[in-house]
């Protein structure tokens, strides 16, 4: 079962987005703010992350930066009623934009798209990480 991570601040969205990707079969986990969004990635692990860029305590590109910075490659699909404000994407990774208000079809088919995109970059089976104080493999 997939996971999906919805972060925005607005209850409305929130609760649509749940139970929309909840009746397509995904697992979902949602946040209202870039710490709390942070937090659940930690634990959660989704698969993707729908997130508007306005979020409250740092904003989607706080939690798109952290995420990085900590090796997490999950697409991050940005939803904003401001694309703009994003700026030129084709430096960051794993990202998408789409312009709210989304068409609930747009919305599935880019969330597919980028699951698809993304199992087939990552490694079947990574190698774990060497014990703490071992140096890593060399194979």
């Known amino acids: ?3 999906i991570l919805v972060v925005d601040d607005i209850p409305e969205i929130v609760e649509f987005s749940k139970e929309f990707f909840e009746d397509a079969g995904f697992e979902v986990r949602t946040a209202e703010t870039a710490p709390a969004a942070i937090t659940a990635q ?7 992350i729908l997130q508007d860029l ?14 990085r910075a900590r090796r997490d490659m999950v697409p991050v699909i940005f939803s904003t009623g401001k694309p703009e404000a994003l700026g030129d994407i ?4 794993n990202v998408s934009v789409l312009k709210k208000p989304t068409d609930p079809e747009q919305l599935m088919a880019e ?11 990552r490694p079947m089976n990574p190698a774990p990480p060497p014990p703490p104080g071992m140096p890593p493999s060399r194979q």
């Open 1 to 3: 079962m997939p996971k």
């Open 42 to 48: 930690q634990e959660f692990r989704a698969d993707v």
């Open 54 to 67: 306005n979020i409250p305590d740092g904003g989607g590109i706080l939690v798109y930066e952290t995420l």
């Open 90 to 93: 084709s430096g960051m990774t």
């Open 111 to 121: 969330v597919k798209k980028q699951l698809t995109k993304f199992s087939a970059e």
